[in-house]
């Protein structure tokens, strides 16, 4: 399909996150832009603000007529009416991994992948390139604070960034000149069955980098990678020697500060704007991969500097001498152990009160055990109910089965209708709001209340 000839775009999931930013693609280009999703959020009251008009319950009557294009996410249900009335009648369907392939293969690409970590590695890989003369372009996979978008437009520059998703295989669409893998852990095993078919399609994408390109790898990952000559591979890491790494690692006033090694070139006393250990992991892969593609060590140190984070990612909404109230999109048992011993080494000695909502059955059937390992690091525990997303429930996967594996002493179930004034009850010295389904929805009624 040539998306050049499109005018008018149907989205099925528009408020999908990846789905937005290629709905505000599309709305820059001056295409005329139509969907539906399953419930008003922020964000599509956001785009119906920009001029896209979006329903929210099916009905097929309500589509226009003269669609070119009709692009859809796989969280889609395939029973959805509106889904079987573009199959029915012709239409052209593309996926939304499928339409990022096609935008994508006109620029050099810098594709971010890996199981956790990627949407602030390829946020902050967009902040450090948009320091450059040339700009950049970029689809996010969460809201960057800098520019309060999940899309950046540079019509002068020849790179885009992208988050490289394994969920579905969608990354398998993108042939990067650049790509960085973060992590290879379990997940998605409603796709893959087993860690070792995930790795193998991590194997497949590292093959797909273009003539010419590089490998950026976390150190210690351990998978196939396709070596294929004229590819050349580099590894960083965090705490040990790597072609792009970090030493004299400190906190100074709340921030952290090191020097950056950048294969060889040694940066001194590099601030990084945003908290979070994990966030200095993901600040050399944004570093190296920006210095790569050509960025400066000025204009990273800049960059690093002034990178104010992503929405749900470490996101700091309150901080005072008497609570500090952090929300964080983690959904996987790494990603909490990850978050919660970065809040613990930020913040030593404060009580964490952690509240949890965990995202889809499978996901919470699959780690049980290493979910309640995880969040046994917090001093207090609430669980919401788990978040169903495109699953169905299944029998004997709830969050009190989750609560009853976890080990401390003070652990409780919340509804969501209830947890203001839980909240208020216990007073938190620290408090951790994590799950990537709808507790974003609750997060600024937090924030107001306290």
């Known amino acids: 399909m040539n998306i050049e000839q499109v005018n008018k775009v149907y989205f099925l999931g528009i408020g999908g996150i990846g789905m937005s930013a290629l709905a505000r693609f599309f709305k820059s280009r001056g295409c005329s832009i139509y969907g539906y999703d399953r419930v008003s959020t922020p964000l599509t009251q956001e785009l119906e603000k920009e001029g896209m008009q979006i329903h929210y319950h099916e009905d097929e009557d309500l589509i226009p007529d003269g669609i070119d294009l009709v692009v859809y996410t796989p969280a889609v249900p395939k029973q959805h009416t509106e889904y079987q009335f573009f199959l029915d009648n012709g239409y052209p369907i593309l996926k939304r991994s499928q339409v990022l392939g096609l935008i994508s293969s006109g620029y050099k690409t810098i594709g971010i992948a890996g199981t956790h970590g990627k949407t602030t590695v390829t946020t902050l890989t967009a902040h450090l390139m948009e320091q450059t003369s040339n700009k950049v372009n ?32 969608s990354f398998l669409q993108l042939f990067p000149q650049i790509a960085v893998i973060t992590s290879v852990d379990a997940d998605h095993l409603d796709i893959y069955k087993n860690i070792l078919a995930l790795k193998d399609t991590f194997t497949q994408f590292t093959g797909q980098i273009k003539p010419g390109g590089q490998l950026i790898i976390k150190k210690g990952l ?88 992503v929405r749900r990612r470490f996101d700091v909404r309150i901080n005072r001498e008497d609570l500090i109230y952090i929300d964080d999109y983690a959904h996987h048992p790494e990603e909490l152990k990850a978050c919660i011993n970065s809040v613990k080494h930020l913040y030593q000695g404060k009580k964490i009160t952690g509240v949890f909502q965990p995202h889809l059955f499978t996901r919470t059937r699959d780690f049980a055990d290493d979910f309640a390992k995880s969040l046994e690091l917090l001093d207090e525990i609430i669980l919401l109910d788990i978040y169903p997303a495109r699953e169905l429930p299944i029998e004997g996967i709830t969050s009190e089965m989750l609560l009853n594996k976890i080990t401390k002493t003070h652990k409780q179930i919340c509804s969501k209708d209830d947890l203001i004034d839980l909240l208020k009850s216990l007073k938190p010295e620290l408090l951790l709001t994590l799950g990537a389904g709808d507790i974003d929805q609750s997060v600024p009624i937090i924030e107001k209340a306290l």
């Open 138 to 169: 970029a689809f996010l996979g969460g809201i960057s604070k800098n520019y309060d978008s999940n899309l950046l437009l540079s019509p002068k520059s020849e790179w885009v960034v992208v988050e490289a998703d394994e969920y579905d295989r």
């Open 222 to 309: 351990v998978f196939n990678v396709i070596q294929r000559p004229g590819i050349k591979v580099y590894t960083y890491s965090l705490d040990q020697q790597a072609d792009f790494y970090i030493k004299n690692l400190a906190i100074q006033k709340g921030h952290y500060i090191f020097d950056l090694i950048l294969n060889g070139t040694e940066m001194k006393d590099v601030v990084l704007g945003q908290p979070g250990l994990f966030n200095v992991e993901n600040a050399i892969a944004a570093s190296a991969a920006a210095f790569l593609a050509g960025a400066t060590p000025d204009e990273i140190r800049k960059g690093l500097l002034s990178f104010s984070g």
